[in-house]
């Protein structure tokens, strides 16, 4: 027989003593890295950080150049043209991938069309002091060609200068070898690359 007594309360109330709790420390936000997907469709190998900021040092010091990037793409090579000062009023790019040109406009004025068209119709009209560029590495003597067309001093004093990035393989008479880049570069494309520049007085 099971006793009353033991469905009866204590006399007394428990207590269950707890610890003061201390606060949580915030947690700090992760931040997520930008991830850049590129279609292999459009040949756009993306400009490595350092190398992009290199390759803004070869054309020279800042001043009130008009500055061409005829293959924009994810627009590394506009970036570091600005965090170096230069103005991204003067800057014109040229990407002819809808994909990759539509993000470029948030960083400076750009023409969603293919660069050798381009050179076509505004050739003997503008000149360009200042061009870099990493064009695609397929038709990379095309493009060269078509960018020295537009390149001119436009009043200045210093000389008009060109700095690319192409394969190694690339030769052109009026070519300064700067640099020759790790094999790695670019992980998407089997290319050894190298860093130039063409002025002209």
């Known amino acids: 027989m099971i006793r009353p007594a ?11 003593p707890v610890r003061a709790r201390r606060d949580a420390p915030a947690l700090a936000l992760a931040t997520v890295p930008e991830v850049i997907a590129v279609d292999r469709a459009t040949e756009c190998h993306i ?19 008009l500055t061409l990037e005829p293959s924009a793409g994810t627009g590394q090579l506009a970036r570091a043209l600005i965090a170096s000062g230069h103005s991204r009023n003067e800057l014109t790019m040229i990407e002819r991938h809808h994909k990759l040109a ?40 095309k493009h060269i060609a078509a960018a020295l067309t537009l390149l001119g001093r436009g009043g200045h004093d210093a000389p008009a200068t060109l700095v690319a990035l192409v394969p190694v393989t690339f030769d052109h008479p009026e070519a300064e070898h700067l640099e020759t880049l790790p094999p790695d570069t670019f992980s998407t494309a089997q290319v050894h690359t190298k860093i130039i520049r063409i002025q002209r007085s």
């Open 6 to 16: 033991i469905y009866t309360r204590p006399a007394k109330p428990l207590t269950i």
């Open 47 to 65: 400009t490595p950080d350092d190398v992009a900021r290199r390759m803004v040092d070869y054309l020279g010091p800042v001043g009130d150049y």
């Open 102 to 141: 539509a993000p470029l406009h948030s960083i400076g004025p750009t023409l969603n069309r293919c660069f050798l068209d381009y050179a076509d119709d505004v050739r003997g009209k503008v000149e360009f002091p200042r061009v870099i560029m990493n064009p695609p590495f397929r038709d990379v003597r």
